[in-house]
């Protein structure tokens, strides 16, 4: 996955850059005038980029302003200190981030030139692919975490405890890292021979066929496969219990607690499921296209598509958790300064 993104890297930000765009007065702009090797700009008028860049900012604040109350919600509120959601902290840490480099994205987008040195550019592709592919792991995380859940819910609190949880999230930020970093080294973007032969202002670096059938496989072909397995599974059982459920409370039949708890993680499942199913819609497409070749035009709109994904899923925690809008209330409002504010039960209508 980071590799594919390093690939694209080229048609996203002017691999072709030494194509010619001619300015209104037909003559050429270059990213740095001063050096000859420099790359050649992208040709958008002032107003233009104005626009541009004023809707990535906003994207960009709202997708850092969302995620940052999923993490303070999580981390402040005791109620919520449970696996599941320490797996949805870890998400939306990887989001927030996202958000943070869409800024960077964007200028290279509008310009068409890296203004900020090889150093910078090889660290931020680095850190580019290991967000994605911690975002993804994180998915894969949450699926098996409903998983168990949901298809085995009396191992769950010996198979699915909190340290367990912080220790497979620790280590999924770890192999993201280490992958991402192999890959920007493994490629040769550091090798002097091979800048020679970029434009100065590019920042990409080139795939080997090894690394290629290994990013395959290893970051969207076995990930995706495990989550859409699971998945299916998971909601096969859930129309299974539920059914149950209803057929008891149809027959005039007391419903246990058992039950009744089978029944809030089936929902939680639905919901967490709707965020996996969102994001691999959304991740999909532009994996397919970067491998059969298409307009850097498509995969610009695709991988912005990708990022725009970083900010809807605080919407859909919104839409489905209601905790989640009593504890943006309290921190818009600032109670959460006052005494035990973490220790309020955020589940029923007390607050604060």
């Not at 496989?217 to 299916?232: H, W």
Request: include cysteine; proline fraction near 3%; hydrophobic fraction near 45%.
């Amino acid at each position: 996955m980071k590799g594919q993104y390093g690939e694209q890297n080229k048609l996203l930000t002017g691999g072709d850059s030494h194509m010619a765009y001619d300015t209104e007065d037909n003559e050429i702009q270059y990213c740095f005038p001063a050096i000859n090797s420099s790359c050649i700009k992208g040709k958008r008028s002032r107003h233009e980029s104005n626009i541009m860049y004023m809707f990535f900012l906003l994207l960009s604040a709202w997708t850092v302003f969302l995620n940052l109350q999923v993490i303070i919600s999580i981390s402040h509120f005791k109620k919520l200190h449970t696996p599941t959601n320490l797996i949805i902290l870890s998400l939306a840490v990887a989001d927030m981030l996202i958000g943070l480099v869409m800024p960077i994205e964007a200028s290279r987008l509008i310009e068409i030139c890296w203004y900020f040195g090889d150093t910078f550019c090889g660290l931020f592709l680095a850190i580019t692919g290991l967000l994605i592919s911690a975002s993804l792991s994180n998915l894969v995380l949450i699926a098996v975490d409903r998983y168990v859940a949901v298809c085995h819910p009396l191992l769950y609190p010996q198979k699915i405890t909190t340290t367990k949880t912080l220790i497979s999230i620790c280590l999924i930020w770890v192999f993201s890292s280490t992958y991402s970093t192999a890959y920007v080294i493994d490629s040769g973007y550091f090798d002097i021979s091979r800048k020679t032969s970029m434009c100065y202002g590019e920042c990409s670096v080139m795939m080997s066929f090894a690394w290629r059938v290994t990013d395959l496989i290893m970051c969207f072909i076995f990930p995706c496969l495990l989550i859409i397995s699971l998945y299916l599974r998971i909601f096969y059982v859930v129309h299974q219990q539920v059914k149950v459920i209803n057929i008891l409370m149809k027959g005039g039949e007391c419903v246990n607690e058992g039950s009744v708890r089978r029944k809030s993680e089936s929902k939680a499942a639905l919901t967490l499921g709707i965020i996996v199913t969102v994001y691999l819609l959304c991740w999909i497409p532009y994996y397919i296209c970067s491998l059969s070749g298409v307009s850097s035009t498509t995969l610009n709109v695709l991988l912005w598509v990708l990022y725009i994904n970083s900010g809807l899923n605080p919407m859909i925690y919104a839409l489905f958790y209601p905790w989640f809008k009593k504890t943006v209330k309290l921190i818009l409002t600032l109670k959460i300064f006052q005494a035990a504010s973490s220790l309020v039960n955020i589940f029923t209508e007390h607050q604060l």
